[in-house]
C-alpha cells in the first residue's frame, strides 16, 4: 500500500489567498483525521471524519477553514482566506476500522508557509 | 485537555535506558505513542487501553496506570535509531479523538 498521499507536500502562498490542501487516505480505512503541526501550539487535531462525515470540527480555528470529504478516498482542507499565523505542517492521518482503537497512520505532511 | 509530558528532551548513549512520563487531568481510554523524526510524520509506535491490553512495539514497552491517568514509555538498551521526537495521544472516549502532549525529543549518540 502507497500510505497516505497529501498534496502538495510545500505549499507557499500570500496572505489573502485560498490554499486547498488535499488528502488520500489508505484504502479502507474508515477514518480521516487532519493535524496542525507548529512549534508553538504543537500538534493539534482540526477535524476528523468517520465514513466521510464529519464528525468533529471542534479544533478547526476559525470559518476561513473548511474541510470536506467527498468520498472514501479523498479529502480536503481549505483555508481561505490564508493569514501568516495559518503557517504550519498539515497532517493528514487515516485509521483502520479494526479494534475498538486504531493506531493512525500519518502522511508525509504539507508544509504551508503564508507570506 | 492536552496532556503533559517529562521530560522535554533527553541525551542518551547507545545501551542506556530511558523513560517518558505522559499524564492526564482527565479519565483516559486510551493512551497512544508515535514516534517524529526531524522533517517526518509521526509514527505509530504502540497503544495502551483501558483494562490492559497493549499492541505495538516489540522492542519498546510502555505501562498505562488508569488509576492515575499516566502512562510511560521505556527506551530500554536505546539504539541510534531510538532518536527523535515521542509524543503520546490520549483518548478520553472511544471516540478516535487524540489530545497529543508537546512532546519528548530523545537523541541518542554512539
Known amino acids: 500500500d502507497a500510505g497516505v498521499i497529501q498534496s502538495p507536500r510545500h505549499e507557499v502562498t500570500e496572505m489573502g489567498q485560498e490554499v486547498t490542501l488535499r488528502c488520500k487516505p489508505i484504502s479502507g480505512h474508515d477514518y480521516l483525521f487532519w493535524y496542525r503541526q507548529t512549534m508553538m501550539r504543537g500538534l493539534e487535531l482540526l477535524i476528523y471524519f468517520n465514513n466521510n462525515v464529519p464528525i468533529d470540527d471542534s479544533g478547526m480555528p476559525e470559518d476561513r477553514f473548511s474541510a470536506k470529504m467527498p468520498n472514501a478516498s479523498f479529502s480536503t482542507l481549505k483555508i481561505q482566506p490564508s493569514e501568516p499565523r495559518d503557517s504550519a505542517v498539515y497532517f493528514c492521518?487515516?485509521?483502520?476500522?479494526?479494534?475498538?482503537?486504531?493506531?493512525?497512520?500519518f502522511g508525509p505532511g504539507t508544509r504551508l508557509t503564508v507570506t | 485537555q492536552q496532556p503533559v509530558q517529562s521530560p522535554q528532551a533527553v541525551i542518551l548513549r547507545e545501551g542506556e535506558d530511558a523513560v517518558i512520563n505522559c499524564s492526564s487531568s482527565k479519565a483516559l481510554y486510551s493512551v497512544h505513542w508515535y514516534r517524529q523524526k526531524h522533517g517526518e510524520a509521526p509514527v505509530f509506535l504502540m497503544i495502551l487501553l483501558k483494562g490492559g491490553e497493549q499492541k505495538g512495539h516489540d522492542k519498546i514497552s510502555a505501562s498505562f496506570n488508569e488509576k492515575k491517568q499516566q502512562s510511560s514509555l521505556y527506551l530500554t538498551a536505546s539504539q541510534l535509531s531510538y532518536s527523535g521526537t515521542y509524543f503520546c495521544?490520549?483518548?478520553?472516549?472511544?471516540?478516535?479523538?487524540?489530545?497529543f502532549g508537546a512532546g519528548t525529543t530523545v537523541t541518542v549518540r554512539a
Open positions: 495521544g490520549t483518548e478520553g472516549g472511544n471516540d478516535y479523538k487524540l489530545s
Open positions: 492521518a487515516s485509521s483502520t476500522p479494526e479494534g475498538t482503537s486504531g493506531e493512525q497512520y
